[in-house]
T-cell receptor, first 113, second 112 residues
Framework: DAGVIQSPRHEVTEMGQEVTLRCKPI?????LFWYRQTMMRGLELLIY????????DSGMPEDRFSAKMPNASFSTLKIQPSEPRDSAVYFC???????????FGPGTRLTVT | AQSVTQLGSHVSVSEGALVLLRCNYS??????LFWYVQYPNQGLQLLLK??????LVKGINGFEAEFKKSETSFHLTKPSAHMSDAAEYFC??????????FGAGTILRVKS
């Protein structure tokens, strides 16, 4: 199995630009999670989906952030416009209902200058 | 709501020494508990999990953890540390659905 796939692995952009992060979960998994990790705030859950439907987006920092899951094999996290404080590593994870364990992707390191 | 407390943001041990990373949880239901490891520039990787049954759980790389309900603890141990164990370790508890609540993490340093 290829595991959770994230792209790009690194993204450097200027303040004000739109950023789109992509995630392909493990085939057959019905939960998908987006996390953000920084030194200051640690690991934060941003949003999660069940069967492509957003369940809890209370962790999304503000309206500049949006996430979609158009089908079971693809999700995006978009930041528009980006700000320097959005610089972080963004992780996607997936899991199967009832097993609870989450499988993490390698992350996307975002730097906003 | 469930919560996880990891005592010690940094732990330093000598190579060959016992590793003990502490985790206490708060849960209103019988907990499902996890330990994850994160190596530099990588995602989190599952080390071990407790759901039901035997309270002593063995994981990968020689790690194990014991669920103690009376102490609401799930401490992670390894008898002999190796340099390759240097990483950040996260304890987590299931909240609802498949959502996990993570602790703040403990960075393990192994000295030669």
């Amino acid at each position: 199995d290829a595991g959770v796939i994230q792209s790009p692995r690194h993204e450097v952009t200027e303040m004000g630009q739109e950023v789109t992060l992509r995630c392909k979960p493990i085939s057959g998994h019905d939960y998908l999670f987006w996390y953000r990790q920084t030194m200051m705030r640690g690991l934060e859950l941003l949003i999660y989906f069940n069967n492509n439907v957003p369940i809890d987006d209370s962790g999304m920092p503000e309206d500049r952030f949006s996430a979609k899951m158009p089908n079971a094999s693809f999700s995006t996290l978009k930041i528009q416009p980006s700000e320097p404080r959005d610089s972080a590593v963004y992780f996607c994870a997936s899991s199967l209902w009832g097993s609870y364990e989450q499988y993490f992707g390698p992350g996307t390191r975002l730097t906003v200058t | 709501a469930q919560s996880v407390t990891q005592l010690g943001s940094h732990v330093s041990v000598s190579e060959g020494a016992l590793v003990l990373l502490r985790c206490n949880y708060s849960s209103s239901v019988p907990p499902y508990l996890f330990w994850y490891v994160q190596y530099p520039n990588q995602g989190l990787q599952l080390l071990l999990k407790y759901t039901t049954g035997a309270t002593l759980v063995k994981g990968i790389n020689g790690f194990e953890a014991e669920f103690k309900k009376s102490e609401t603890s799930f401490h992670l141990t390894k008898p002999s540390a190796h340099m390759s164990d240097a990483a950040e370790y996260f304890c987590a508890v299931v909240e609802y659905g498949n959502k996990l609540v993570f602790g703040a993490g403990t960075i393990l340093r192994v000295k030669s």
